[in-house]
């Protein structure tokens, strides 16, 4: 009430005569500069030109500027180092900074997804001994692999934004995703960073706020796969739901195959409760493996989502995503995990919101009252079938509400 839409906004009705008329273009990446004595329409942050076009968001992205960076618990910045792979400086995480939670960041202004256009951040790095490099934009982090070797890696690792660093002020920060064991012992690892920045994204590369790539697989693109030995992966026809084109993966002997795709888990400001569903079909008695993070091949950076067995018929499950997945562009991987010739498809990948998972945003349903839908890393089956964590709506055993793990 009393809100009207102005460029992209929700503005008080008293405001907007002061404000740009004719009413910017969000298509041309403008905002009304209202600030100004005769409010005029204005390329968004990062954005300059005529037309507007994207030149960039982060100050110094090549690490040679110490005082560019907010640094914490011993991350720091090398301006001039001659180990590096494109620019003469890099940002340094080493052991006793990774392991007391070292940051190397900086809060830019970013425009909002209204605004401005798919992005993408480029990562040029190298990582040892610790559990890989996470990259944050506000509470939305990415998980990236270790490199062999020490190496820096041959490309940019690309990561698409999502929601959550988009619109107002945006903490992009380099870290380590968790504290690593050695950090209980003798302290190993190293993080360097040699060039960070904000690209737009390639056309299909990144999927909008609330969408998955290519989720119901009825035609190429959005998917990736990796296989190993006798294996296959791929998009099939007839094999989907209802006789559609599903994703596939399938193998004899002792091979491996993955697939993936990206999905944009909208924030819990645009999207209450997000949940995740989708359809599958897996050969009985055989066990498959759901994750969510970074998909390298069947090397991948990622953490459990559920582990299944398969039952030869469709089934449809919803999952309660947890908070850092909300405004986050995350892999939704399929992984076989028995050693039988076995085979998985899956169908019609879709978010979706879901009363049941609750609306906070800091600890996911705090009272176990998801059930049945199932919660991330909760519900597990192999190795051990006699052990089992699972989401019960039971009031006899609740101690409020109705239910319990």
Same mark, same amino acid.
């Given at each position: 009430?009393?809100?009207?839409?102005?460029?992209?906004?929700?503005?008080?009705?008293?405001?907007?005569?002061?404000?740009?008329?004719?009413?910017?273009?969000?298509?041309?990446?403008?905002?009304?500069?209202?600030?100004?004595?005769?409010?005029?329409?204005?390329?968004?942050?990062?954005?300059?030109?005529?037309?507007?076009?994207?030149?960039?968001?982060?100050?110094?992205?090549?690490?040679?500027?110490?005082?560019?960076?907010?640094?914490?618990?011993?991350?720091?910045?090398?301006?001039?180092?001659?180990?590096?792979?494109?620019?003469?400086?890099?940002?340094?995480?080493?052991?006793?900074?990774?392991?007391?939670?070292?940051?190397?960041?900086?809060?830019?202004?970013?425009?909002?997804?209204?605004?401005?256009?798919?992005?993408?951040?480029?990562?040029?790095?190298?990582?040892? *001994?610790?559990?890989?490099?996470?990259? =944050?934009?506000? +509470? #939305?982090? %990415?998980?990236?692999? $270790?490199?062999?070797?020490?190496?820096?890696?041959?490309?940019?690792?690309?990561?698409?934004?999502?929601?959550?660093?988009?619109?107002?002020?945006?903490?992009?920060?380099?870290?380590?995703?968790?504290?690593?064991?050695?950090?209980?012992?003798?302290?190993?690892?190293?993080?360097?960073?040699?060039?960070?920045?904000?690209?737009?994204?390639?056309?299909?590369?990144?999927?909008?706020?609330?969408?998955?790539?290519?989720?119901?697989?009825?035609?190429?693109?959005?998917?990736?796969?990796?296989?190993?030995?006798?294996?296959?992966?791929?998009?099939?026809?007839?094999?989907?739901?209802?006789?559609?084109? *599903?994703?596939?993966?399938?193998?004899? =002997?002792?091979? +491996? #195959?993955? %697939?993936?795709?990206? $999905?944009?888990?909208?924030?819990?400001?645009?999207?209450?409760s997000p949940a995740l569903r989708f359809w599958w079909?897996?050969?009985?008695?055989?066990?498959?493996?759901?994750?969510?993070?970074?998909?390298?091949?069947?090397?991948?950076?990622?953490?459990?989502?559920?582990?299944?067995?398969?039952?030869?018929?469709?089934?449809?499950?919803?999952?309660?995503?947890?908070?850092?997945?909300?405004?986050?562009?995350?892999?939704?991987?399929?992984?076989?995990?028995?050693?039988?010739?076995?085979?998985?498809?899956?169908?019609?990948?879709?978010?979706?919101?879901?009363?049941?998972?609750?609306?906070?945003?800091?600890?996911?349903?705090?009272?176990?009252?998801?059930?049945?839908?199932?919660?991330?890393?909760?519900?597990?089956?192999?190795?051990?079938?006699?052990?089992?964590?699972?989401?019960?709506?039971?009031?006899?055993?609740?101690?409020?509400?109705?239910?319990?793990?």
């Amino acid at each position: 009430p009393e809100l009207v839409e102005q460029s992209g906004r929700c503005v008080a009705q008293e405001v907007t005569r002061s404000l740009c008329d004719p009413a910017c273009s969000p298509v041309a990446h403008q905002v009304c500069d209202g600030d100004m004595e005769a409010p005029e329409c204005v390329c968004a942050p990062g954005y300059s030109g005529v037309p507007c076009t994207w030149t960039g968001i982060l100050e110094d992205p090549g690490f040679e500027n110490q005082d560019a960076w907010t640094l914490t618990e011993g991350a720091g910045v090398l301006p001039n180092r001659q180990d590096i792979e494109v620019d003469p400086g890099l940002a340094r995480i080493e052991r006793s900074a990774a392991c007391n939670a070292g940051v190397v960041g900086q809060t830019v202004q970013m425009p909002s997804y209204e605004v401005a256009e798919p992005l993408v951040a480029e990562v040029t790095y190298r990582a040892e *001994g610790l559990l890989g490099l996470a990259l =944050g934009f506000n +509470r #939305a982090w %990415a998980l990236l692999p $270790l490199t062999t070797d020490f190496a820096w890696t041959s490309e940019p690792a690309r990561v698409c934004l999502g929601e959550a660093a988009y619109g107002g002020a945006i903490a992009v920060q380099l870290s380590t995703p968790d504290k690593h064991a050695s950090c209980f012992g003798e302290q190993e690892g190293e993080i360097n960073v040699d060039r960070l920045e904000i690209v737009p994204a390639e056309p299909g590369e990144c999927p909008a706020p609330g969408e998955a790539l290519n989720a119901a697989g009825e035609e190429d693109g959005g998917w990736e796969f990796d296989t190993t030995g006798a294996a296959e992966a791929g998009l099939v026809e007839g094999v989907g739901r209802g006789g559609t084109t *599903g994703i596939r993966i399938a193998r004899q =002997g002792n091979a +491996r #195959a993955a %697939a993936s795709t990206k $999905l944009s888990v909208p924030s819990s400001e645009s999207l209450k409760s997000p949940a995740l569903r989708f359809w599958w079909k897996g050969t009985n008695e055989s066990h498959f493996s759901f994750k969510l993070g970074r998909f390298d091949g069947v090397n991948l950076a990622a953490f459990p989502l559920d582990t299944v067995r398969g039952n030869g018929s469709d089934r449809n499950f919803v999952y309660c995503l947890p908070p850092w997945t909300h405004g986050n562009v995350v892999d939704l991987i399929f992984k076989l995990a028995s050693t039988e010739p076995t085979e998985l498809v899956i169908d019609d990948v879709e978010i979706i919101s879901d009363d049941g998972c609750g609306a906070s945003t800091d600890v996911l349903d705090p009272g176990f009252e998801a059930g049945p839908n199932r919660t991330m890393g909760v519900t597990t089956f192999p190795p051990f079938e006699a052990a089992t964590a699972t989401l019960r709506t039971d009031p006899s055993l609740a101690n409020a509400g109705s239910g319990v793990l």
